[in-house]
């Protein structure tokens, strides 16, 4: 059976738009050290330190414990393969499995995943919620022990939890 190659095989963004992270996952979830992904804008703070697209957290330094959301789209995989070889931090995605990325960066290396419940109604830069929600469902990523233990506190009903290897 053939592996889908894309990131997101039906991702209809343009690439303008930026969809934030709901603050109670990134509460529930944190603290974090560093964001790679930060939009320019954002109401709220997910790490102490972070990258937006004006200075490309694909191309500078990580260090600490991470939280990724990343650009959806092809560009996904090439941060979760940072994350996948960093080991420490938390990412969210959408939960298309049959992806290349999920097969060469998820899978291999995540300690646990945490499949959520329905569909993420992720936020606008100004803090308001979207008037619908994503157009597929999310997963949130653990590398590392202590991030996988942190998204089975987390979970509390939330999804269904799969711890994919002992550390």
């Avoid at 995605?93 to 999920?102: L, P």
Wanted: aromatic share 14%; net charge neutral.
């Amino acid at each position: 059976m053939p592996i889908n190659t894309s990131a997101f095989q039906h991702d209809k963004t343009d690439g303008h738009d930026e969809w934030l992270t709901p603050k109670y996952i990134t509460d529930g979830l944190g603290p974090f050290d560093l964001d790679p992904c930060a939009p320019i804008v954002r109401p709220w703070e997910t790490a102490v330190k972070y990258y937006t697209v004006q200075n490309n957290g694909l191309i500078l330094p990580w260090s600490g414990r991470i939280w990724c959301n990343p650009p959806y789209g092809n560009v996904a995989q090439k941060f979760m393969k940072l994350m996948a070889e960093h080991g420490n931090g938390i990412a969210l995605t959408f939960a298309r499995t049959d992806t290349k990325m999920f097969h060469e960066w998820i899978f291999p290396y995540a300690s646990a995943i945490l499949f959520l419940k329905g569909r993420l109604t992720f936020c606008t830069v100004d803090g308001k919620e979207a008037s619908m929600p994503s157009g597929a469902p999310s997963v949130l990523i653990a590398y590392g022990a202590n991030n996988a233990a942190k998204l089975l506190e987390f979970n509390s009903g939330r999804g269904f939890y799969v711890k994919l290897r002992d550390e």
